[in-house]
């Protein structure tokens, strides 16, 4: 009992290490969103803020940091990114589900041949995939004669769908030839047998069928597409995605509003993620209950019925989201205390960063001229000294290009 104990144990820190380590860094990046502090940060904490989620502010040295709300590079690097994404989606999808059809079609033995040609996209580096696009259609574009081969090609937004494609459509393929794996062929050969046509089967038979899976190649193919770098910033050529847009921010300096963005798509993604489970366990709750009333049915037996009756729980996650809200508010409310809330508080603390940057420019001008004074009393005599020195020096040019070789030579030869 000892030892399952202790094993219970190790496998509960593990499982906190795990998690801390997966997840720390976005509750960490989180947290820096709220502090007005210039650059993110949670130590020193200066005031909560909302204001790199509005407008952003103007620092005390003169910059204008924009906010989330109000950068616009932001915004035009997202709007090109759900553009990106949706082609990328239009052109994935269709591609995976016809190779995945090809698969189960195609003789055993070249079976194996088309699916290792069908996954190597993946295996390319998305460097290669985004250079190799761009020279494919830079040539197909000065072939076209300034026609629109020639706009197309240089189009940043369709050469990265392009990109993008050759790639994301093999998750695609693959998400589809696991779904088609369980698939029972003798449901399309009835149908045939019975009169269908080719095309009422595919699309009354195999695409209901499907269905899940081309959700899921849909949802795969749009945050791949969405996250993408490394073939994206080779592709793009004059545009910017979000990820180019927050890389180029990150070379300059880290923003909050980098911070903010994150936050923003860490609560999407949580509360679609949430919202699919209940929509998936209110869809199993259906069936099992349609399943249950059927086998009643069948069989006329109460038991079934009184056990099929559904009991009022709490589910246990709303425990997790009180815990969580209690925790939040204590927080905020240490924060109000200490004064760390409030216009009151960012208006002093900035108050002191500007008398701060002052006394440091006070500083660094008593520095200059103490420097110009002492260069203007010992720095000219010492200076003319130096150059004096240096161009006295009658080897300076010895040797320097040939030239004094060759003279050398004619001397030698005169005498």
């Known amino acids: 009992m000892k030892s399952q104990q202790a094993l219970n144990i190790l496998l509960g820190i593990y499982i906190f290490i795990f998690f801390a380590y997966l997840f720390g860094p976005l509750v960490i990046m ?160 009835a149908a045939l047998d019975l009169g269908a046509s080719q095309t009422q089967v595919f699309f009354k038979i195999l695409i209901p069928y499907l269905m899940p899976a081309i959700a899921s190649s849909c949802v795969i193919a749009f945050l791949a597409s969405f996250e993408n770098y490394n073939t994206t910033v080779f592709s793009i050529l004059s545009d910017q995605t979000l990820t180019t847009v927050i890389a180029s921010k990150v070379r300059l300096g880290i923003s909050p509003a980098i911070s903010a963005l994150a936050l923003v798509i860490i609560l999407i993604t949580l509360a679609v993620t949430i919202t699919y489970e209940i929509l998936r366990r209110r869809e199993d709750k259906k069936k099992k209950k349609l399943a249950a009333e059927a086998l009643f049915v069948q069989t006329q037996d109460s038991r079934l019925l009184r056990n099929g009756k559904s009991t009022s729980t709490i589910p246990k996650s709303i425990f997790v989201i009180i815990f969580i809200i209690i925790i939040c508010i204590f927080g905020f409310n240490k924060l109000v205390e200490k004064g760390l809330y409030g216009s009151v508080c960012i208006a002093a603390t900035e108050q002191e960063k500007q008398s701060n940057f002052a006394e440091q420019l006070k500083l660094l001008q008593n520095n200059a001229e103490v420097a110009g004074q002492t260069s203007s009393e010992n720095g000219e005599a010492d200076e003319k000294k130096e150059y004096d020195d240096i161009f006295g020096d009658p080897n300076l040019f010895k040797n320097f290009g040939g030239f004094d070789a060759k003279e050398e030579e004619e001397q030698e030869t005169s005498d």
């Not at 940091?65 to 999808?93: C, F, K, M, N, Y």
């Not at 295996?123 to 259609?137: K, M």
Request: charged share 10%; aromatic share 12%; hydrophobic share 50%.
């Open 30 to 189: 989180s947290i820096t969103a709220f502090n007005s502090a210039e650059f993110p940060s949670v130590t020193p904490w200066e005031c909560f803020s909302l204001r790199w989620f509005n407008e952003g502010k103007i620092a005390y040295d003169g910059q204008h940091l924009a906010g989330l709300a109000t950068d616009w590079r932001l915004h035009e690097g997202l709007i090109t990114s759900l553009q990106i994404g949706l082609g990328v989606v239009l052109l994935s999808v269709p591609i995976g589900l016809s190779a995945a059809l090809v698969l189960t079609q195609v003789h055993s033995r070249f079976r194996t041949a088309f699916y290792s040609i069908s996954i190597m996209p993946v295996l390319f580096p998305g460097v290669i995939i985004g250079i190799s696009t761009v020279v494919l259609w830079d040539r197909i574009a000065t072939m076209g004669g300034g026609g629109f081969a020639t706009e197309l090609g240089r189009n940043g937004i369709f050469l990265t769908i392009l990109a993008q494609t050759c790639f994301i459509s093999t998750y695609c393929f693959l998400i589809f030839v696991a779904r088609l794996q369980r698939f029972d062929q003798t449901q399309e050969e």
